[in-house]
T-cell receptor, first 113, second 116 residues
Framework: SQQGEEDPQALSIQEGENATMNCSYKTSINNLQWYRQNSGRGLVHLILIRSNEREKHSGRLRVTLDTSKKSSSLLITASRAADTASYFCAAPLTQGGSEKLVFGKGTKLTVNP | DTGVSQDPRHKITKRGQNVTFRCDPI?????LYWYRQTLGQGPEFLTYFQNEAQLEKSRLLSDRFSAERPKGSFSTLEIQRTEQGDSAMYLC??????????????FGSGTRLTVV
């Protein structure tokens, strides 16, 4: 089952522009996480926002969380060619004694120099 | 500790052969996860260990798949009688145990499996 669903699926912008990616999820969560993946590589954890937080910043990244709408957004400001990657949101799913992150399909971001 | 290590990075095998992948998590992390990722998709959960106990196994994991974490440290994922549909990137991740709060995962670089 997919917990996170990103939008758009692909985004192409020019260097210096801002990039916004959105994520919707299905169940109540205690946090939501964003990851980045360069082509053919593993995922890198970017930022975690807790359910009692509405906004969080980390460098050029800004994440918002709206628990009433079950949605989150990731904003990358002043984008660089090196930001080209796929970005995934992930939400925790707890079932019985097991806990795991469930990922969406991702947004493929291309930043053109 | 340089992070999560996966071996091999690439594996090409003939259909019907068995393959085994290894994952070495961050030593302080007692949670270990295996995911599978196909082109253009997000990672799909396969299985989860807390220490040496396998706590969950996805329905995606047929009986041809088995995973172990014998001493609560490294883990292996074995696929028997491989099929072309098994071709994917197999990702391992680890995280510390922090009660009910799921923290960020540290992923390895993955093992890319190609079944020909």
């Amino acid at each position: 089952s997919q917990q996170g669903e990103e939008d758009p699926q692909a985004l192409s912008i020019q260097e210096g522009e801002n990039a916004t990616m959105n994520c919707s999820y299905k169940t109540s969560i205690n946090n939501l996480q964003w990851y980045r993946q360069n082509s053919g590589r593993g995922l890198v954890h970017l930022i975690l926002i807790r359910s009692n937080e509405r906004e969080k910043h980390s460098g050029r990244l800004r994440v918002t969380l709206d628990t009433s709408k079950k949605s989150s957004s990731l904003l990358i400001t002043a984008s660089r060619a090196a930001d080209t990657a796929s970005y995934f949101c992930a939400a925790p799913l707890t079932q019985g004694g097991s806990e795991k992150l469930v990922f969406g399909k991702g947004t493929k971001l291309t930043v053109n120099p | 500790d340089t992070g999560v290590s996966q071996d091999p990075r690439h594996k090409i095998t003939k259909r019907g052969q068995n393959v085994t992948f290894r994952c070495d998590p961050i030593s302080e992390h007692n949670r270990l996860y295996w995911y599978r990722q196909t082109l253009g998709q997000g990672p799909e959960f396969l299985t989860y260990f807390q220490n040496e106990a396998q706590l969950e196994k996805s329905r995606l994991l047929s009986d041809r798949f088995s995973a172990e974490r014998p001493k609560g440290s490294f883990s292996t994922l074995e696929i028997q009688r491989t099929e072309q549909g098994d071709s994917a990137m197999y990702l391992c991740a680890s995280s510390p145990s922090t009660g009910r709060l799921i923290t960020g995962y540290t992923f390895g670089s993955g093992t890319r499996l190609t079944v020909v």
